[in-house]
């Protein structure tokens, strides 16, 4: 045997075997301390008992709403699907909601309208607002240009509401409504949102007249059998992903610390981003409807949605003729971090400010699908104010800086040599509303 390839086992040192010992005791408390320190610790074991078929089941049929939970083989199928390891879909999908659901619930709370249909926009396109399908659906609600037009959405090949958040959200509720009252149960109104009316009305009449989806499922197209199971097991997600692992992916705050202006005169994308530092991504994102990245100019306002700084950048830039604030756009984005993303991640994303908040609302378990709309503390104004904000234009120009975690703006004013009165000034923050981590300051140069 060759030398090199046989050499002796050399005996550990006492003291390295200490070590090494006492090594492997703290990457182990480190470890256990990672695992059970997090609200979506991993209780994901497929083999865990609460994950058990017959538990499944008992869940599913908990739910409770204006649709006919049931649990059938397409469910289960469904629920295993969107509950595996590794589904990153799922995580994409449950970090989208902070951004969309709060303009759901409102506009269907002031429809007075059964909450869980929020879930369907997740059905439809999973909460990518740039959703195309090749039925030529589009949106977040997947709504052809036909329903568009017939519930007022303006479809053009530079301006699609069919993509704009509000609107298409405003049209889908109105169609629903009146697909429920068609037939008279909002189980036989999903199915007909997605396969149409005609279709549901035929299956009805070769039921023998039955007026249950769960009795009429075989006489629906294929896509609608399975339309209503999917319905069924997203909302089953949502109440419990944590017994799986299922982590959010975290969506950049900027997404849900947004305001919105009414504009009139002709803006393009690359403007807006050259003039707030904004990646032209990150606002094509916010105003998916604008098709050709600019806003046209017209003269009853076209919406624009913005991080809330980026935005006031804009309004100190034009004169209140050519862009105007918008006091409609009273989303409260933050409370969905506070209710459904665990305690270190909601810190994270809203700032130490938020830490009473935080303990308070996360004393119960977290939900997505039951109402959060009563027993919600009052999240504070962005830093800005609109009631003190005054049009100035720029009379230099400016670099961007991102406060970081724990940084203060003197910190900031001594590392661009500027004074803290100005930095203050420049971004209208004031002593009772400093801004939080995240902050895009404007420095002038």
Request: hydrophobic content about 35%; glycine content about 6%.
């Amino acid at each position: 045997m060759d030398e090199k390839n046989h050499r002796p086992i050399k005996k550990m040192n006492p003291m390295n075997k200490k070590t090494a010992y006492y090594s492997g005791i703290f990457i182990l408390l480190v470890y256990l301390n990672l695992t059970t320190g997090s609200l979506f610790a991993a209780k994901a074991n497929s083999n865990y008992p609460m994950n058990s078929d017959k538990n499944i089941e008992a869940k599913v049929n908990d739910l409770s709403g204006h649709i006919e939970f049931k649990y059938t083989k397409e469910v289960k199928d469904y629920i295993k699907k969107y509950t595996k390891p590794g589904r990153s879909g799922s995580e994409k999908i449950l970090g989208r909601i902070p951004v969309y659901f709060p303009v759901f619930e409102k506009k269907i709370n002031d429809r007075n309208l059964p909450e869980e249909l929020k879930v369907l926009a997740i059905v439809e396109s999973h909460l990518n607002v740039g959703a195309y399908s090749k039925a030529g659906a589009a949106g977040l609600w997947q709504l052809i240009k036909g329903t568009a037009r017939q519930y007022d959405l303006s479809v053009r090949n530079n301006f699609d509401e069919r993509y704009a958040v509000e609107a298409s959200t405003d049209a889908a509720l109105d169609y629903l409504s009146d697909l429920y009252g068609q037939f008279g149960d909002w189980t036989l109104a999903l199915a007909a949102y997605n396969c149409g009316p005609g279709n549901v009305r035929k299956a009805i009449r070769r039921s023998g007249g039955k007026r249950d989806f769960w009795k009429i499922i075989k006489y629906l197209p294929k896509e609608t059998r399975n339309y209503v199971p999917k319905f069924i097991a997203i909302s089953y997600l949502l109440e419990h992903f944590r017994e799986y692992g299922i982590e959010p992916q975290v969506p950049d705050k900027r997404y849900f610390e947004t305001a919105e202006a009414v504009v009139y005169k002709h803006l393009t994308f690359r403007e807006i981003s050259d003039l707030t530092g904004v990646p032209m991504e990150v606002i094509k994102k916010m105003n998916y409807a604008y098709r050709k990245n600019y806003i046209p100019a017209n003269t009853k306002g076209y919406k624009l949605t913005l991080p809330v700084q980026a935005l006031y950048t804009l309004l100190d830039y034009y004169d209140n003729n050519q862009i105007e604030f918008s006091k409609e756009h009273n989303y409260d984005f933050s409370k969905y971090i506070l209710n459904n993303f665990s305690r270190e991640v909601a810190m994270e994303l809203l700032g130490s400010k938020y830490k009473y908040d935080v303990e308070v609302l996360q004393v119960r378990k977290p939900h997505f699908i039951s109402s959060s709309v009563n027993g919600n503390v009052k999240l504070d104004n962005p830093a800005i104010d609109i009631k003190n904000y005054k049009t100035n234009k720029f009379k230099s120009s400016f670099v961007f800086h991102e406060l970081k975690p724990g940084e203060s703006i003197d910190e900031v004013a001594t590392e661009y040599n500027v004074k803290l009165e100005d930095v203050m000034r420049w971004n209208n923050i004031y002593i009772s509303t400093p801004p939080k981590s995240g902050a895009i300051l404007r420095i002038e140069k």
